[in-house]
Nanobody, 115 residues
């Protein structure tokens, strides 16, 4: 069965950095695009970044362009989100997502940006 497991969240000061990981299993990871979403309290879940199956194409929300970088290692079945210059408004639960017959979500990892 498909499993997506996020890790790497935590509490960080404004201007700091975090790297999130999403470990995937149960499908041929290298054949499928992946994406990161986030959901802040009281807000809808929104797309943060997406990456193609080979990693050659990426897409970002305007709010994170130039600060976040999505990547993947198909040998390790893992996707990453490097987050730099973090802002309080980046505080949210971050989820990885894929489509394999249907949409699958990870359980999420909390990112809190606060001084």
């Amino acid at each position: 069965q498909v499993q997506l497991v996020e890790s790497g969240g935590g509490l960080v000061q404004p201007g700091g950095s975090l790297r999130l990981s999403c470990a995937a299993s149960g499908f041929i990871f290298s054949n499928y695009p992946m994406s990161w979403y986030r959901q802040a309290p009281g807000k809808e879940r929104e797309l943060v970044a997406a990456i193609s199956d080979t990693g050659g194409l990426t897409n970002y929300a305007d709010s994170v362009k130039g600060r976040f970088t999505v990547s993947r290692d198909n040998r390790k079945n893992t996707m990453y989100l490097q987050m730099n210059s973090l802002r309080p408004e980046d505080t949210a639960e971050y989820y990885c997502r894929t489509f394999y017959g249907r949409i699958y979500w990870g359980q999420g990892t909390q990112v809190t940006v606060s001084s």
